[in-house]
């Protein structure tokens, strides 16, 4: 059974840093890309940034480009997301999600998800 574990949500004031982590595991996990997305309270899932596990290529959102950075590390499996500059409108629990589709921006693209983690951003 494919895994995906979310860590390193937390409170921050506007402008500060997180940098979330999300595991992967599974016997027979294999996907060609991971994205992570967010999800604010009343609001639909939005997508945030992805990468393909291989060449590192990455794709973002507007409302975060030039202030989050995905990245990966294969070896262990594992997917960051460095978000910089944070804002209160970027309060959301975040998801981790794998996808067998490059440049895959909705959720049904996407075949597992983790748990998610909440990030707070204070005015």
């Known amino acids: 059974q494919v895994q995906l574990v979310e860590s390193g949500g937390g409170l921050v004031q506007a402008g500060g840093s997180l940098r979330l982590s999300c595991a992967a595991s599974?016997?027979?996990?294999?996907?060609?890309?991971m994205g992570w997305f967010r999800q604010a309270p009343g609001k639909e899932r939005e997508f945030v940034a992805a990468?393909?596990?291989?060449?590192?290529?990455?794709y973002y959102a507007d409302s975060v480009k030039g202030r989050f950075t995905i990245s990966r590390d294969n070896a262990k499996n594992t997917v960051s997301l460095q978000m910089n500059s944070l804002k209160p409108e970027d309060t959301a629990v975040y998801y981790c999600a794998s996808t067998n589709l490059w440049v895959a921006t909705w959720p049904h693209e996407y075949d597992y998800w983790g748990q998610g983690t909440q990030v707070t951003v204070s005015s």
């Open positions: 599974g016997g027979t996990f294999s996907s060609y890309a």
């Open positions: 990468i393909i596990w291989s060449r590192g290529y990455t």
